[in-house]
């Protein structure tokens, strides 16, 4: 234990202590969040009833607030976790798809714009990623529950009206 008055330089475990490496009463920071790891490890029951307790004094609310408030101020995070947990990708990987179709639709070649923002499109069975898409695109594949015949008769039927509107 310090003595008050005098500031060690180093910990017993060796570890440098300055200013900021300090805990309030003057213990090693490092030390103190080691100590407090294997501490949950070995009893992760306390850690889950001081959390559930810690939730039930908040007030009503105040979990939803932080949420909002935690996706408002790192989007980036947010995303990255939604892709990684949906698809399987990760920012980088979307960024790489996007650089390859040159931030343009695969199915319209719409270019992706600030209200034009591209949607991850999938195969619904193997899970697997096959590009981006702007929402319109990636409706109409919903729509259609991505089966060629019925994409195919849509194409053959704006056909056929095209060309009878054509004759008139």
């Not at 234990?1 to 003057?26: A, D, N, Q």
């Not at 980036?76 to 939604?82: D, K, L, P, Y």
């Not at 270019?111 to 898409?133: A, I, L, M, Y």
Request: proline residues 3%; positive net charge; glycine residues 6%.
């Amino acid at each position: 234990m310090p003595v008050k008055g005098f500031r060690l330089t180093h910990c017993k475990r060796g570890h440098l202590i300055s200013e900021v490496g300090r805990t309030g009463s003057g213990y090693c920071k490092l030390c103190s969040s080691i100590r407090a790891k294997n501490l949950h490890k070995k009893h992760p029951e306390r850690r889950a009833r001081y959390t559930k307790n810690w939730i039930a004094k908040q007030p009503k609310g105040f979990q939803a607030a932080r949420a909002r408030r935690y996706r408002k101020e790192h989007p980036e995070a947010v995303q990255s976790t939604r892709l990684k947990g949906r698809y399987g990708i990760t920012k980088a990987d979307q960024d790489a798809q996007l650089k390859t179709q040159r931030y343009r639709c695969a199915v319209c070649r719409t270019k992706f714009t600030k209200d034009c923002k591209p949607e991850t499109d999938h195969d619904h069975t193997t899970q697997q990623v096959r590009g981006q898409v702007c929402h319109a695109c990636n409706m109409l594949l919903g729509a259609a529950k991505e089966c060629l015949r019925t994409l195919s008769n849509a194409i053959q039927y704006l056909k056929k009206w095209e060309a009878q509107h054509d004759r008139s």
